[in-house]
């Protein structure tokens, strides 16, 4: 009987259950080398035990991809060492962990790109969305559409990254294709105006896509590649014309890869579970027919009823894992769950990061009180 609580094989990666750990972006690289530190080892390392995967926060492959403040990246020696100290100490406590790679693309300001230069994007279009640079949240400065010419560098940053997270120790890699970033500005047709190859009809949309997918499978093998998307999302001021039509299109054209997982998020972003009216996610999900990892407002009751009902084979947890980082064992009992901080979510220390308490030790402290 496979339940929310029973393991699963994810392509290549052995997992003990099917609850994962979302990519959360938590502004913590403190530092001149875009680097985790001390207290993200501890950070991943108290949700390795309980979660079947972890996914991490994402990161930039390149410093062009970069859009926030204190985000970590995966494009140099130093980085990569700092995420071996990740991974060492995550396998050391039995966890699994994938790397999301990540290039904004538009979502990002001149103050954060190398040289002051402007974001890249397929179009020369500015997003209506807010970033953080470091002191305080300022509009997102105006791209310039990236050159046909520019398109194979990028796809070999991506080929780079993706190796040095296989030299930094992780199980896999995830390739953000969500949430207004690059490869979703390529994919919606209200950020992408594009009238080359990579432009117009759904197959040039998705182009880029396939072409990053094609170099990261060749690094790790696709049984240990995961695919972000969001196509019913509008977070980022990203939207397309027939999402609907796009969702299909990306199923029809994923499901013979043989990826890990496919991670969907199924609505808005951190926001309401809706999606068009002809869309129905359980179909999706049996369109794709590969491991299916359900996101957005999962509670425990909906986790547990979508993966009995075999509409989920994962479910990936953003904010509850911020909170508990044994959330799958406070799950498992029906505990209650640690109420999160939402001042503490970006940016800071190890308040609001590595100081959540855990069940036994909340008993315990019950007990002494
Ligand atoms: C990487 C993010 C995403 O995918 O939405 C992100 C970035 C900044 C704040 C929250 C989330």
Redesign the pocket.
């Known amino acids: 009987q496979e339940t929310l609580f029973t393991p699963l094989q994810a392509g290549a990666i052995k997992l003990k259950n099917r609850l994962v750990m979302a990519?959360l972006?938590r502004n913590r690289a403190m530092n001149d080398d875009d680097a985790p530190m001390d207290m993200h080892v501890k950070y991943y390392t108290q949700r390795a035990a309980d979660a079947g995967l972890l996914i991490t926060?994402?990161t930039q492959i390149s410093p062009e991809g970069k859009g926030?403040a204190w985000t970590p990246g995966i494009h140099s020696d130093a980085q990569v060492a700092a995420w071996k100290r990740v991974t060492d100490a995550v396998h050391d406590a039995e966890g699994k962990i994938v790397m999301q790679l990540?290039h904004v693309g538009r979502i990002s300001h001149t103050s954060l790109q190398p040289s002051g230069q402007q974001p890249v994007a397929p179009s020369a279009i500015r997003a209506n969305a807010p970033t953080f640079e470091g002191e305080k949240m300022v509009d997102v400065s105006e791209p310039r559409a990236l050159e046909l010419d520019e398109l194979p560098r990028i796809v070999e940053d991506y080929r780079i990254a993706a190796e040095n997270a296989k030299k930094a120790g992780f199980d896999g890699v995830e390739v953000?294709g969500?949430?207004g970033?690059l490869l979703d500005q390529f994919l919606k047709d209200g950020t992408n105006h594009r009238d080359d190859a990579y432009g117009g009809s759904l197959e040039n949309r998705a182009r880029l896509l396939f072409e990053v997918l094609d170099v990261v499978e060749d690094v790790w093998g696709a049984d240990r590649v995961g695919l972000r998307l969001s196509p019913f999302s509008g977070?980022n001021d990203a939207t397309d014309s027939d999402p609907a039509a796009l969702a299909d299109y990306l199923i029809d054209r994923l499901k013979d890869r043989g990826h890990a997982y496919l991670h969907m998020i199924e609505g808005q972003?951190g926001g309401p579970r809706d999606w068009p009216d002809e869309v129905d996610i359980g179909a999706l999900k049996a369109r794709y027919g590969g491991v299916w990892m359900g996101n957005n407002g999962y509670d425990r009751d909906l986790a547990i009823s979508r993966v009995a009902e075999g509409k989920a084979d994962l479910v990936a947890f953003g904010v509850p894992y911020i909170a508990n980082p044994d959330l799958a064992k406070r799950l498992e009992r029906n505990a209650e769950l640690n109420a999160p901080d939402k001042d503490t979510f970006?940016g800071g220390g190890e308040a609001g990061y590595t100081d959540y308490p855990f069940l036994e030790q909340a008993a315990m402290n019950a007990h002494i009180a």
């Open positions: 990519p972006t926060e994402a926030y990540w953000h969500a949430n970033y977070v972003t970006y």
